[in-house]
C-alpha cells in the first residue's frame, strides 16, 4: 500500500534548479508525486513557493524519500512530532535513525521546537531530557558515537530543515554556482576570497583552512606563513603529509626532493622527509621542536609562534607519523568538530582527501572554498552535498601568492 | 672537509636511464663524483658495470647520499661492516639510522652477511643478537615500532641491495616502461595482466587486489567477484568505501547514488550508505552479516564466502565506519604488512590512496600493476619510490569486464 | 528607454533546469523578466508552461536578448513577421542579423510559416523568393558563405524554434543527462549505444562517425573495421591524423611509435608517418591505394572497400597532409555539411577538434553520444550548444571493443 | 642479408638518457647493436663518447633507422656522400627521402659540407645546384611544396646533424627536464621565462608567442597587453578563437559568456562571437577595425598599434572566421614558417593545436617553454619531437598576470 506525505519548499527555486533536483529525487527513490500548487516569483528577486504530493510505495520508503528531500531544504506542511527510539547497543543507531542533513535543523518534541546543536551530515539526532522527561537538548551525533540508552530520532517526522539564504557573500561567490572551470576570470576570484576571510574576520569568526601538500611543493609555504602571521589563518585541518614536507623544507630546504630555491624537483626526497618526522618525534611535539629551537620557520612554526590550532589526522599511506598527528580517524575526526566553532569561512587547498572530511562534518551555513588544479576535487566535494563550495580550478602556487599580495599589503616576494 | 667513497652498480645501466638517475641523485644531494671505470655492456643483452666515487661536503652528508643511492641498487665496493645504536625511546630512531629502501637487502654484521626479513621502504633495520650477543636476524622495523632498547643500523656501512633481475614477467610488461599514457593498445594490456596473475597462481603465489570504491561505481563489481570466485583475489586491501558502496550496493541496489541496473547516477545517496554502514555495525560484522543472511551478495560477500582475506583501513573522510576497518591507520598497516607472505603479483585498481599505502610496503620484487582512468596516480606511485609498479590508464570498468572474460571463461555479463 | 516582449516556453521546464538558464540568459544580457504565468504540469509527465516579460535597455539589446534565448527554445508569444535586409557585400552579414539556434526553426514570411532548412548553429537565415517576390525557401547558410543580394532575417520577429521532444531514445540516455563521469556503470552504456545505432538503421538513417587517433593508438582499429563491414560506420568525419595512423599501421606495423602487436610505445615514430604519407600521395588518393594493392588493411580501406563516405579535414599541425584531406577548413566544413543528410546517429569517439567542429553543423534533433577519456572534451561540446550532448567518459580502446562485441556476433578479438 | 653501420654520439649520455634512448630506438626498429667504444666522461662537466655499430635486416631498414637515431644526434662515423632523386611529381618526394630532424643538420655534397637553411622536422631536403651543377645551398621543404624536377636527399649517407649544446638558459629550465608536474614552486618558473625572454631581446631575439583562447577567458589579456605594449611580444601564431574572443570582449566586455568584469560565467556567448567577427569582416580586417576606430582594445588592438605582427590559422571547428585567419592550413604554415626568422624564445599558453603546430616548424635550438593547465598538452609537445620544450602546469591567468609583474614594472592590476 503506497504511503503519501505533502512537503513544501521556498526559495528561488528555478534560479539554480533546485525543483529540478527534488524532483528528480523522487524518482530516484521510485516515487511519484503531483505538484499542488506553484507560486512564482514573479520579479526577479521574489521568491518561489511549491507545494507538492509525493507518493512512495510504502511507508519506510516515503520517511526515507522525506529524509532525501531535505537534503534540499524540502519540509513537510505539516511535520507532526518527532519519535524516537532507544539506541540498544554502542555505536549502532536504532532502526529507521534520522539521518541528518548540513542544513540548520529544528525538531518537534512535546509540541516545542528545539534547534538542533551543531548541524552535520549523515549523522543521528540525539534528545535528551531532563530527569523530569523535559526535552533539553537536540544534536547530531556519528554514529561512533552513539551509546547504549541514547534517545535517537527516527523517521523524518517532527524535523524542518532551513537552507541558508543567500547573502552579500554569497552573491559573490554566484560566478561560480554552476560550473567548475579553468577558465575563469583567476584575478577576480583571488580579491572574492580575501573579501570572504576579510568579512569573516570583520565579524569576529574564524577562518578555517584545510590543505594537502601542495601548498608547499608549489613554494606557497612563504606566502601562507605571511597569512598566518597577519591573522588569516585561525585553524589548520591537514594531514601528516603537509606537515611533514613543511618541516622537511625548513630542516633541509627540500620537499619531497623538490630544491624550492633553485626549482629543481627530483623523484622522491627518501630519507629527508622520514629523518624529518624522526627529528620531530625526538622532540616531542612540533611546539616542543619550535620552543626547542630545532624548527624555526614553515608553516608549522608560523602556526605555533602565532598561537593558532591545528589538526593532523593520519592516513594508511602516512610515514612515521608526526607526533602530533592522530592516527585513529575517528579521534580525528572528533577533534575537527572540536574547532568548528565560530568558523566563519573555509578555505580547502590542494588536497581531494582532507576537503572531503572537512566537507562531511561543516554546517552548510558556512561559505567554503575550493581551490585545486584538479577540477575532480571540486566536483567531489559538492558531489558528496556541500552544496554551498564554490570551487577554482587553479594553480594552488600561484593562487596563494596572488592571494597573501592581497591580504597582506606588506607582502612581497624577493 | 669533504668524504669520498668508492660505489658500484651493475645492470642494464643506460637501457632504463639508471646511471642518469644516480648522477641526478648525487648533484642532488649537493655532491660530486668521477667516474672510475664504466664497462659497457657490448652486446644487446650484457649487462653495463660503472664505478663511480662520490664525493660529499661531510660525513653526515656521505652517508646520506649513500643511502639515497642504494634506492638505485649502488652499493659501496667496500661496504664494510655496519654499525648500530640502540634506539633511546619508543618510536624515535637514533640519529643517522639507516634509511631502508624496497630492495632486496643483506647486512655485514661481525663479519657475516645476514638477509634483512621484510625488505620496505622508509623504514629502519633492527639487529637482534641472542645471549651470547650473536647475530641472529636483521629485519626491517617502522618508526612506529620501534622501542627502547632495540638495535638500529645507522649509517650506510655494511649494507648491500640487490635490484630484482628483470624476468620474463618483467619482460611483458616491458611496454609499459617509461610512459603513463591512455593511448595504449589495451587489449593486449588485459591479457598481459591475466598472463601476470596466472603465472604467480601457477607459482603457488597470491593476489593481492587493492581497490577504490570505483570498482563498484563503474559495474564492475560482478566481474570481480567472478575472479574472486576463480580464485583470482587471494587479499583485499581496501578502505571503508569500497566494502560500503559494495554492501549498499547489494542491500539497495545503489552505489552512492548510482543505480546499477538502470545507469542511472545521482549526486549523493545520502542515506543509503550510512543505513547500509548501520545494518552491518548491527550485525556485528560484514562475515556475521553474511552468516546471518542479511549480506548475499557483492564482492566482500564473495571473499567471506571464499575464505579470502581482506585489510579494510579507514581514512579521515569516513562515515561510519564498517566495524571491520580499522579505524587507527597505523594498527591499520600493520594488518596489511601482515598479509604480503607470498604475495607473487599486485592488482591496484582505482585507488591512489590506499594505492601508495600499498606501495609503501612492498617488497621492489613483487610484480606490481596499477590501472586506473586518473594518470596521476600511476606517476604519484612510481615518484615514490615503486620503481616496479607498471601503469595502465584506462577505464576500471571495462577493464575489469575483459579482465573477468579473459580469466573466467564461463563469466560473460548477462 | 527600455523594450519588452512577452515569450513563452512549454516542456519539462524544471526537470532539467530549463527556466532556471533561461533566467540566467537574461540577466547575462543585464535585462529584466516579470513571469506572467506559470502553469505547472500537476503530474510527473505534464508538461510545463510559462509566459514570461522580458524587458532590455534598448529595442537592439531586446532583439539579441530574444535570439539567445531561442537557443533554449523560448519563442515570442506574438512573433510577428520576419524582417530581411540585403547583404551588401559578399562574406558580411547584415548588421542585426538573426544569430541561429540549432534547433528546428520556422519563420513567418508574409503571414504564412516556413520551415527553415538544414538548422545549424551560428549562422544566418536567407529568404529565397521567387520571380514574382514569393517566398520559395528560409535556409541556414554560414557566414563566410552570404553573397551580395542575398536576403538574410534580421532580429527575432517572425522566428519560432521547436525543442526536440524527448523520445524513447533520449530517455535511454537519461542517465548521462546531467553529468559527465568516469564513474558509471561501463557495461550498460555500451549496449545503450549499441542501441541507438541498431535503432537508426533500422530506422533507415544513417550512422555518423567522428574520430580521432586515439581509435588506432588503443588498439580498436579491428574493433571498428569489424563495424564498418557490419554496416555501422556510414559517414567518418576525421582529420589527417586518424586516417594517417591508420594507414602507417596497416603499411609498417606501426602508428605513432606503438607496435600493435607488441603492445610496446615509443615516443614519436617519426619518419614512419611521414613516408606512409608521401606513400600514399604518390598513389594519388587513399581509394587509388587500395585499388593498386599498396593499402591492403585498416580502418581507411574498410571504408572504401564498403563503399562508406569520409570527410577528412585538415589542421594547422598537419603533416604532408594526404591527398584526401581538405587543406581549406571552410571548405571541409561544406563537405561535412553535405554528409549530414539522414543522419540519424552520432558517435564521437576520441577528438576534441572534430566532434566540436561537428557540434556546430549539427541539428539538435540528431542523437549524439561523445566518448573521451577526457572529461573536458564532453563538457566543451555541451558548453558549445550541442545540448543533446550525451557524455561517456572512458577507454576508448576497450569501449570499441565491447561495441563491437556488442553490436557484430561474430566478433571476437582473436 | 643483414646491413651494418658505425656510428657515433657526443654527449652527456647518460645525464639525461639519451644513450637508454638511442638503444630504444635500435630495437624498436628492429635492430641490434654492439657499443664499440665508450669514452666516459670522468667529473661531472665531461662529455661522454660512443661508437656503436648498428645492425639492420637490410640496406633499406638500416637507411631509415640510421634517420631515426639522426633524431637523438647520433651520426655516422664515416657519413660518405649524400645521394640525392629527382621529384617526379609535384607534392610527391622521392622514395626513400631524407627524412629531417629539427636539428642542425650538415650535408656532404661533392666532398664539401653545406649547412643546411632553416632546419625543421619531418620534412625533407632540397639540393639546389647552380647553372654549372655546382653545389649552391640545402634547405628543408615540406612535403607539399616539392616541385618536379627538384632534387630531393635519399637514405642518411652523407648528412650530420648537432644537438645544441646545453647552454645557461638550459641550464636554468634544468629543473623542468624530465617531469611534467603541477607541483614545482611557480614563483620562480615564472622569474626563469621572464630571465630567458629578456635575454633573447637583449640578444636582438624576437619574441614569438603560441596562444589559445585561454588567455582571454583567464582573463589575462590585460596582462598580455601590457607585455605587448613593453615589446615582449614580437609575433603571435593562434586561432581564429583566441582573436575572437580578445575582439568579442574589446567589442561587448565578454568572452565566449564570461563577463570578465563581474566573473560571471555562462556556457556560450551564443551570438556575441558571431556578431563580433562579422563586424570586423565588414571593417575588411583587424587593421581596418583599428583604423576605422571600430576595435580599440584588447590583445589584437595592441599588437596592430605596435607594430607587431600575428599569424593567425583556422581550423574546422571555427565560426566565420576574422577576415585575417587563413582558412588554408598549409598556406597558413608557409606564413607562420616566414615568421621564424631571428626568433629567439618562444611562450606557448594554452592551446595544445597551435603549440604542437608551432614545435613542428621550430629548430631545436630555440628555446621553448609552454605553460598549460593541462599536463597533457605539454607530454604531447616532447613526444612528438621537440625535445628542447620545457612545460609548466599552472593556471595561465595568474601565471600571465605574475609575468607582467615581473617583465614590465609598471604594470599593476587596478
Not at 505538484?35 to 513557493?49: A, L, M, N, Q
Not at 558515537?145 to 524542518?160: F, K, N, P, Q
Amino acid at each position: 500500500m503506497t504511503a503519501s506525505e505533502t512537503v513544501e519548499i521556498t526559495g528561488h527555486l528555478m534560479d539554480h534548479g533546485i525543483l529540478s533536483r527534488v524532483l528528480d529525487d523522487i524518482r530516484e527513490y521510485a516515487g511519484d508525486y503531483t505538484i499542488d500548487r506553484f507560486d512564482v516569483g514573479r520579479e526577479t528577486d521574489d521568491p518561489s513557493h511549491a507545494v507538492i504530493t509525493v507518493i512512495a510505495d510504502d511507508a519506510e520508503g516515503l520517511q526515507r524519500l522525506l529524509m532525501r528531500l531535505q537534503t534540499r531544504g524540502v519540509n513537510q506542511v505539516d511535520p507532526g512530532e518527532a519519535t524516537v527510539a532507544e539506541a540498544d547497543r554502542d555505536g549502532v543507531f536504532p532502526d529507521h535513525f534520522y539521518s541528518t542533513t548540513n542544513l540548520e535543523t529544528r525538531v518537534r518534541i512535546d509540541g516545542a521546537w528545539l534547534d538542533v546543536e551543531n548541524p552535520e551530515m549523515d549523522c543521528g539526532l540525539v534528545l535528551e531530557r531532563d530527569a523530569d522527561g523535559k526535552p533539553v537538548r537536540v544534536y547530531t551525533l556519528p554514529m561512533s558515537d552513539v551509546r547504549t540508552g541514547m534517545l535517537v530520532l527516527t523517521g523524518a517526522a517532527g524535523v524542518r530543515v532551513s537552507v541558508p539564504a543567500p547573502d552579500a557573500s554569497a552573491e559573490a561567490f554566484g560566478f561560480m554556482e554552476s560550473e567548475v572551470s579553468s577558465e575563469k576570470p583567476q584575478a577576480v576570484l583571488v580579491r572574492q576570497v580575501a573579501d570572504g576571510m576579510r568579512e569573516a574576520k570583520a565579524a569576529g569568526k574564524k577562518v578555517l583552512w584545510v590543505g594537502g601538500p601542495g601548498v608547499v611543493h608549489t613554494g606557497a609555504a612563504p606566502a601562507m606563513v605571511a597569512m598566518v602571521d597577519a591573522g588569516y589563518v585561525d585553524v589548520l585541518f591537514a594531514g601528516n603529509a603537509l606537515a611533514t614536507h613543511d618541516i622537511e623544507s625548513s630542516l633541509y630546504g627540500t620537499s619531497l626532493g623538490v630544491d624550492l630555491a633553485m626549482g629543481r624537483g627530483v623523484e622522491h626526497g627518501h630519507e629527508h622527509h622520514i629523518r624529518a618526522i624522526n627529528t620531530i618525534r625526538k622532540a616531542g611535539s612540533i611546539r616542543d621542536a619550535v620552543d626547542a629551537g630545532v624548527l624555526t620557520g614553515g608553516i608549522m612554526h608560523a602556526l605555533v609562534t602565532e598561537g593558532k590550532r591545528y589538526v593532523l589526522v593520519g592516513s594508511v599511506r602516512d610515514d612515521g607519523p608526526l607526533p602530533d598527528v592522530y592516527t585513529d580517524v575517528i579521534e580525528g575526526q572528533r577533534a575537527m568538530r572540536a574547532e568548528l566553532t565560530d568558523v566563519g569561512f573555509c578555505l580547502m587547498v590542494a588536497t581531494m582527501l582532507h576537503s572531503v572530511a572537512t566537507g562531511n562534518i561543516l554546517p552548510a551555513s558556512i561559505p567554503l572554498v575550493c581551490v585545486d588544479i584538479n577540477p575532480a576535487t571540486v566536483t567531489k566535494l559538492a558531489d558528496r552535498g556541500s552544496s554551498q563550495a564554490r570551487g577554482i580550478v587553479t594553480d594552488v602556487g600561484l593562487f596563494l601568492e596572488q592571494l597573501a599580495v592581497e591580504l597582506v599589503p606588506e607582502y612581497r616576494r624577493s
